[in-house]
């Protein structure tokens, strides 16, 4: 695994959560530790636990941020279980959380990872390649109607009954164990006027990927985690790639700003809820114009803030809606 990825969104990250009080940060993904390495650069005395599924990421990483010695403490784990590696750690809270939900370039760039449907490489696309499921197994063992549901809910495919038909009919010739096969075949399927070549194939390849990880499970665990261990007054940023994933963030993070989730019909508050969240972003950030030439890749990149908030009822149960 090689360097060349670029942080993405590294100002706005930077700017967002490197105020002069923060001591503890987690980054749950530190993938080869650039946004990491702004925020300890920024943060003198900040101490820093980086967090990442893959190992390959993690390797690189231990050597990109070195000369931070003892300030930082590297684990490869999923965020999802982000609280137990904090209090692993001895730590009760933290002051900020950072999660970058892409992929890094390596991980797309090696063939051998099965990322890509441009290289030609095992179906594999497991960021932990201690896991069991891999997009070979998926596509050789999922039936027709589960592969047809994920392709149209991750993949937002329109053709994703036709495409699982036509995976399910190929596996019975042989199994599936190729990427680019597995494009050429996307290809066949899919071809409409004005769509480039193989690009045809990326919804279905970013679902079968979205699966092998639970990413949305992830997400969904990662966020809840992020909020229990965050201080009062602490950060949580999230960047995501896929709208799927950044419509489960807004949604997070305006749900736990709520103090009230009573039913409209109810008169008066009964429920025990407290907003946990305030809203730092209004709008997801995105990049600017000179980001995305430099670095295409920051093109779909949504990145949104909220500050934890001290977790108290502002409202007494029985008080009007
Ligand atoms: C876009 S890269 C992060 C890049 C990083 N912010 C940097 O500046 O180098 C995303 C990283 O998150 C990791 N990742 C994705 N989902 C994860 C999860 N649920 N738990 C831990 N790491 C995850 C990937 O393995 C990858 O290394």
Known sequence: MSGGHEPVLLTEVVEHLAAPTVRRIVDGTVGLGGHAAALLQR?????????????DALAVATVALQGYGARVH??????????????????????????DIGMSSPQIDTAARGFSFRREGPLDMRMDRRDRTTAAVILN???????????REYGEEPKARAVARAVVARREERPWSHTVELAELLEQVLSRPGARGLQV?????????MAVNDELGELERGLQAAVEVLAPGGRLAVITF???EDRLVKQFIRQEALDCVCPPSCPVCICTKAARLQPLT???LTAGAAEVERNPRA????????????????????SPR
Do not use: I, M, N, Y
Not at 44 to 55: I, N, S, W, Y
Not at 141 to 151: G, P, Q
Not at 301 to 309: C, D, I, K, P, T
């Open 201 to 209: 194939a990326s919804r279905c390849f970013q679902a079968l990927r």
């Open 43 to 55: 943060l003198p005395t900040v101490e820093l636990l980086g967090l990442d599924r893959d190992a």
């Open 299 to 318: 093109a779909p990149a949504r990145l949104r803030v909220a500050e934890r908030l001290v977790g108290q009822r502002t409202r007494a149960a029985g």
């Open 74 to 99: 590297l684990r490869q784990c999923p965020f999802s279980t982000l609280a137990e590696a904090v209090h692993d750690l001895g730590w009760a809270t933290v002051d900020a959380v950072l999660l």
């Open 141 to 151: 063992t999922w039936s027709e109607a589960e592969l047809a549901r994920l392709f």
């Open 242 to 244: 896929h709208s799927l």
């Open 282 to 284: 209004r709008k997801s």
